[in-house]
């Protein structure tokens, strides 16, 4: 029996970006990022975003269609970004795929953007993962979560308290002339420096901390921990500056994960989202998963940042599980909580 064809949007932030998946298969990728336009103004500008998000949408779903080596008609369902992410942007995807929905008369799933992120695992490897602890870092988004269904049973076990791993990336990239966006600029400079250079602090990782939140994180103390350094030491070494403060977020994202994964006894941890493609935070996450004998899954790194792919990944799942589409007109939810996997 053939599986179903599913494509999926994804507008949540400056990705234009297009998937069509059959079953577990990918078949076409497509992304149209307006990163550029936003390089300038050391981060993105949401009307900007919108903007790109027209002119790029019917050129990335005809492109993809082509990769994909099939027409509209043999598409079985549509996916999209409902939320959480920049309302304008959100909206230019859900009323594209509302249109596409309708014209095709094809089912319409509007879904998490979160639940994506972890979801595009299910590309990758054949065995289900369910339950699985999720470690999902992201530019806007730091959080631990329990698994037990993708497509319909996540408990966020914790999240940021204030800024996002990715977030922080950027904000010591500006500080150190490396650019936007800063994930990829500081995990490059940091190949030539030390990561035990500068002993930067570990958020919330005291004796009381882990008694009354174990699973929460903080990195604005580490941020200004650094500005500080950068201040004091007008002969830093850019390259340990760099290597020392992304061990020190890597250091605490591995150990509220795997502390999570102890404590609830799944052995399974997924990292998603854009900072999951940080080499260092790959490299180290395998050796600490060995030893400890949790089994390890990070997607490919091109699938890590916003893509389409995790989008119809997830509708496709949704789709072969039962789950009902979505019914009637619905509105993007910029702070839609991961909880809730679909409208």
């Known amino acids: ?13 400056d990705e234009t970006a297009i998937g069509i998946v059959r079953g577990r298969t990918l078949l ?23 903007r790109a998000h027209l002119e790029a949408m019917l050129p ?3 492109r993809a269609v082509t990769d994909a080596k099939i027409s509209l008609k043999d598409i079985d369902a549509i996916a999209v970004t409902a ?24 089912p319409l799933y509007g879904v998490n953007h979160l639940a994506a992120h972890v979801s595009v695992e299910y590309l990758t490897h054949d065995k289900p993962t369910d339950p699985t602890i999720a470690l999902l870092v992201s530019g806007g988004h730091s959080s631990l979560l329990q698994v037990d269904d993708i497509t319909g049973s996540i408990t966020k076990l914790g999240a940021t308290m204030d800024d996002a791993a990715g977030e922080a990336f950027d904000k010591i990239a500006r500080l ?21 250079a500068i002993d930067f602090p570990r958020g919330l990782t005291t004796s009381q901390d882990w008694q009354s939140r174990p699973y929460e994180f903080s990195f604005s103390g580490l941020k200004t921990a650094v500005a500080r350094y950068l201040e004091n030491t007008p002969r830093f ?5 760099a290597a020392s403060f992304q061990e020190a977020v890597v250091d605490v994202l591995l150990l509220k994960a795997l502390a999570a994964c102890k404590s609830t006894g799944i052995n399974s941890l997924v990292i998603a989202g854009g900072v999951a493609a940080n080499s260092r935070l790959r490299a180290v996450a395998a050796d600490r998963c060995e030893k400890a004998g949790v089994q390890l899954r990070i997607p490919a790194a091109g699938l890590c940042t916003d893509n389409g792919a995790m ?16 019914h009637g007109a619905f509105d993007a939810d910029s702070s839609l909580k991961v ?5």
């Open 60 to 62: 990335s779903i005809q």
């Open 311 to 326: 989008v119809a990944a997830l509708g496709s799942l949704m789709l072969s599980s039962g789950r009902p589409a979505t």
């Open 1 to 13: 029996m053939m599986q179903p064809i599913v494509l999926g949007i994804e507008t949540s932030c």
């Open 237 to 241: 070494v850019r390259a340990d500056v």
């Open 176 to 196: 150190l002339a490396l650019g936007f966006p800063g994930g990829p600029a500081i995990d490059r400079e940091a190949q030539g420096g030390s990561p035990t």
């Open 339 to 343: 909880e809730q996997v679909n409208l």
């Open 83 to 106: 939320g959480p992410g920049l309302v304008g942007a959100l909206l230019v995807g859900v009323a594209s795929a509302s249109g596409l929905a309708q014209g095709l008369g094809r």
């Open 28 to 50: 076409a990728n497509v992304i149209a990022s307006s990163v550029e336009e936003h390089a300038r103004f050391g981060g993105v500008v949401p009307e900007i975003a919108s």
